[in-house]
């Protein structure tokens, strides 16, 4: 079974400065799909940027990009210039699709804090 | 061009009673998946249907709790005999068609609190 793991239960950034959030995943498939959700307060699931397995270029979105690090199951998203609407969840997911179905299976999340 | 919809977005029963959730997916959806967040933790996949198809149920537990997605109308979970222990968010996602899982589109949730 797939597994991801969000190692930082907690983070906390000053505004404008650059923060790292890890990931790591766990998959015999050679071709997947990686992403990630913030969940602010409202609780509403936004996607923030994925990663195709098979593209080698780190996915970039504004201030949101990915190092892939696909020999190591390893999926970080950096965010910089943070700002306080950066408060929020994050949520590392993997799409597995074994078996006929379809699915994310998600980490226990990150909690953000972007300080004034 | 409505996204997902889901209602009620938050619902109290007591111990014993039954929860039903609606999801309506945005239009043109046919594929409805199901997932559950406790408190504290990340999502958990339930369930994956497709019009009056149940495709994947292996998140679903095993007594109490069933999901349909009839040809007309939304898609609804429903729980019976709901415990303390069903107290959490309910996400519903639809996408339109399979193999591209950049297009499920998250509903804002239902909160289901049992007293």
């Known amino acids: 079974a797939q597994t991801v793991t969000q190692s930082q239960p907690e983070m906390s950034v000053q505004e404008a400065e650059t923060v790292t959030l890890s990931c790591t995943y766990d998959t015999s498939e050679n071709n997947y799909y990686l992403f990630w959700y913030k969940q602010p307060p409202s609780r509403q699931m936004i996607l923030v940027i994925r990663q195709e397995a098979y593209k080698q270029q780190n996915a970039t979105e504004n201030r949101f990009s990915v190092n892939f690090q696909k020999a190591a199951k390893s999926f970080s998203l950096k965010i910089s210039d943070s700002q306080l609407g950066d408060t929020a969840m994050y949520f590392c997911?993997?799409?597995?699709?074994?078996?006929?179905?379809?699915?994310?299976?998600f980490g226990k999340g990150t909690k953000l804090t972007v300080n004034p | 061009n409505a996204g997902v919809m889901q209602n009620p977005r938050h619902l109290v029963r007591r111990r014993g009673q039954e929860a039903r959730l609606r999801c309506s997916p945005m239009k043109g959806h046919s594929h409805v998946y199901w997932y559950r967040q406790l408190p504290e933790e990340g999502l958990k996949f339930m369930v994956y249907?497709?019009?009056?198809?149940?495709?994947?149920e292996s998140g679903m537990p095993k007594e109490r709790f069933s999901a349909e997605f009839p040809k007309e109308g939304p898609s609804i979970l429903r729980i019976q005999q709901v415990v303390r222990g069903d107290s959490a968010a309910y996400f519903c996602?639809?996408?339109?068609?399979?193999?591209?899982?950049?297009?499920?589109?998250f509903g804002p949730g239902t909160r289901l609190t049992v007293l």
């Open positions: 997911a993997f799409w597995d699709a074994q078996g006929g179905s379809e699915k994310l299976v």
């Open positions: 996602a639809s996408s339109q068609s399979r193999g591209r899982p950049d297009t499920q589109y």
């Open positions: 249907l497709q019009k009056e198809n149940i495709i994947d």
